[in-house]
């Protein structure tokens, strides 16, 4: 029997929706205005469409979008000196910078100078922290993207066994934690990991997070089983052209209850989870109360 196919564009239009009334409705009752910033530094063409389409899902949205740009010879003081002005900027309430970064700037010390308040990414220690202490902060927006479309076709996920394969602090941890906190019995594997295939046969819920194209094989796959697929690989066709693929065999659509398709999986729900990251900052930071739906 052929999987269903989650569908991430659908899921994300809906919370996109939700993210503009709910922006709209703290425009007209409290006067504000959410801001979302995003820093790019250097000329890579997918980092320039990244943060493109960040910003017009943000005015879509009816956020004020910020865009701020250095050059790849920018020092890591320069982009410093840009994290700080953000942090400072009452009309953003959150930012984030595109990674990765060139290789004269430490990706730790970018992190750890955003201010926890304005890190719709989730990367820093604090909101890390606060995710495992269970508690309200800033969620990585693809793992959260994720946990929700893993929610919407497997319902409750209480009990489940969950197997992440991937332990980046973007992706694999973060989902780890979300689906712990789900009260999933979760497994975090990774390169080391003994017999992979045979741990995925004991997933309900199976993400893959690793960023090898077709790496899952559909006899890995759970029968049954709600199957996410969060890489995205690009690969050549040879004919001049590429396409986007998953790390999960297309096949293991055959033997999984409920899978992402790539593209139009989790790509599109990370973009909505970052716009609602935006509000839940806004909020916070105001004492608003979170609109509700978001
Ligand atoms: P990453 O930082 O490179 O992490 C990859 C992880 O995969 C590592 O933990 C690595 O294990 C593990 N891995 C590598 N080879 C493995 C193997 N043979 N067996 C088991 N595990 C293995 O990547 P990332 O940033 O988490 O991204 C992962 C994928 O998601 C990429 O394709 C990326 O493009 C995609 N992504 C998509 C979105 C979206 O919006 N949909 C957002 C972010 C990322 P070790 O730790 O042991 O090395």
């Not at 029997?1 to 899921?11: C, P, T, V």
């Not at 504000?32 to 005015?59: C, F, H, M, W």
């Not at 559909?218 to 050549?236: E, H, L, M, Q």
């Amino acid at each position: 029997m052929s999987a269903r196919l989650i569908d991430g564009k659908a899921e994300a239009a809906k919370l996109r929706g939700r993210v503009k009334d709910a922006a709209a409705a703290l425009k007209a009752a409290h006067g504000l205005t959410v801001g979302l910033g995003v820093l790019l530094v250097g000329e890579d063409p997918a980092s320039q469409v990244y943060v493109r389409n960040k910003g017009i899902a943000a005015r879509e949205a009816g956020l004020h979008a910020v865009e701020r740009v250095l050059p790849a010879t920018a020092s890591e003081a320069d982009v410093l000196a840009e994290v700080a002005k953000l942090n400072a900027d009452p009309a953003v309430h959150g930012f984030l910078v595109q990674f990765p970064v060139p290789g004269q700037i430490r990706q730790t010390a970018v992190i750890d100078a955003i201010d926890p308040a304005k890190d719709v990414d989730g990367l820093t220690p604090v909101n890390a922290g606060l995710l495992v202490s269970g508690r309200q902060g800033l969620v990585p927006c693809t793992p959260w993207g994720s946990l929700l479309l893993a929610r919407e076709a497997a319902g409750d996920l209480s009990g489940l066994n969950a197997v992440v394969i991937g332990r980046s602090i973007l992706v694999g941890k973060p989902m780890a934690q979300l689906l712990t906190n789900d009260s999933c019995t979760v497994t975090l594997a990774h390169s080391r990991t003994r017999d992979l295939p045979a741990l995925c046969r004991t997933a309900d819920i199976l993400v893959a997070a690793i960023g090898k194209p077709g790496f899952v094989k559909a006899d890995w796959v759970k029968p049954g089983a709600t199957v996410i697929d969060v890489g995205i690989n690009r690969i050549d066709l040879g004919n001049g052209k590429t396409r986007l693929v998953g790390d999960v065999e297309p096949a293991a659509a055959e033997i999984a209850g409920a899978m992402t398709p790539v593209p139009g999986g989790v790509g599109p729900m990370t973009i909505a989870c970052l716009l609602r990251n935006a509000v839940v900052a806004a909020c916070h930071q105001t004492g608003i109360a979170v609109p509700a739906g978001i």
